[in-house]
């Protein structure tokens, strides 16, 4: 970075913001230092605490360029973008092409001046240092950008590929899971030698899905309350509340429905066992490949007792959801209980356990009360729980 600094500090700072300050006291200043950036507009977004966006820009009269921002007194995040430079395009694993924008980056801003530097032709590489939430972000970055880079190409596979690819599917998910192994490992590290660090809890609130409902809570009550009224704070406990109607400790909601081979299940009748009710959709590629380790937990837990009832929310007409629905349990492979939640359109399963996000994971106690709530992640919690409750 010093090297970059030097290289440009007899360049002319081009400033011609269009959020105008009232004073330098108010202000910090943003410097940047990218190579081939001449000549390019350059945009910086502020997400404010209410949810709202300030925006700044200027244009690079040289491969530098400088903008006032108002300084804040507690961290909010920040993007820097620019329209100078278009793509940079992956190969998925169809032979598609996968593009994502070039020349953007994410940084804090507080009350500290700020330098950022980077290459235009690699994406993400923009990093931001100057005070201790930047410098530890950038050090983030650094640490793990081989990480970072697969996983998006790996996410985008899933997200936009074929679900009925089950292959692409699951080698694109046994990549994450690697991956994410040894960037959640970090991030997990960082939080718990550094609690009273506003990162910890932008980490928190960014990863708040690859935790238990449980986990979520006890984690973010043991971190410091000085930044409590930031954004990442009031999405977490926003992200509480929304579900705590059905979360941890309360009675499970009863449902009915026709089983796949035409039985009546309703779950009241495996009151007396566990039970893992798994919200899923043939559509939904995350959820997709996350079938073959539900497979392997059904082989592992169902000869102790483990009952699974996968309920499908599918799309279009209830003889389109039908046929999506067999289809996948076809191809998935998937041999315990299966209903399909379009078949009572007055009783939405999903809305009685008030399901946002797909796939999320409920396990069921014996007495029939929610021991554990997990959307997207929780892997190791599910196993963890099914541990306790059914023996190793």
Partial sequence: MIKNILLFSGACLAFTASHAQSSNSDSLQLRGYVKGIQGAHISINLKEDDGSI????????????SLKIKKHTQPVTATVSTDKFSTKTYHGFDGKEIKTPAGIGFFFVTDKDLVLTGHTTLHGDWLVRGDRVNNQYADFQTDNAEIHESNKRYYKVLMEGNPADTVSMQH?????????????????????????????????????????????KKLYNGMAVTYKNTLPAQEIEKQLAKIAPMSAGKASAEFTRTSMDGKTIRLSDFKGKVVLLDFWGSWCGPCRASHPHLREIYEKYHPKGLEIIGIANERGSLEEATASWKQAVKEDKMQWIQVLNNEKK?????????????????????????????T?????????????????
């Fill in 376 to 392: 997207g992640g929780g892997v190791e919690d599910i196993e963890e729980m099914l541990d306790k409750l059914l023996g190793e």
């Fill in 54 to 65: 300030s925006r700044y820009s200027t244009i690079a009269a040289t491969d530098s360029f």
């Fill in 346 to 374: 007055d009783d939405n399963i999903s809305k009685a356990y008030y399901v946002f996000g797909y796939p999320t994971k409920f396990i069921i106690g014996k007495d029939g009360k929610i021991v554990l709530r997990a």
């Fill in 172 to 216: 694109a998910m046994g990549s994450i899971k690697n991956n994410s192994t040894k960037l959640f490992h970090w991030v997990q590290q960082f939080m718990a030698t550094h609690p009273d660090d506003y990162l910890s809890l932008y980490f928190l609130n960014s990863y708040r899905n690859g935790f238990s409902e449980q986990n979520l």
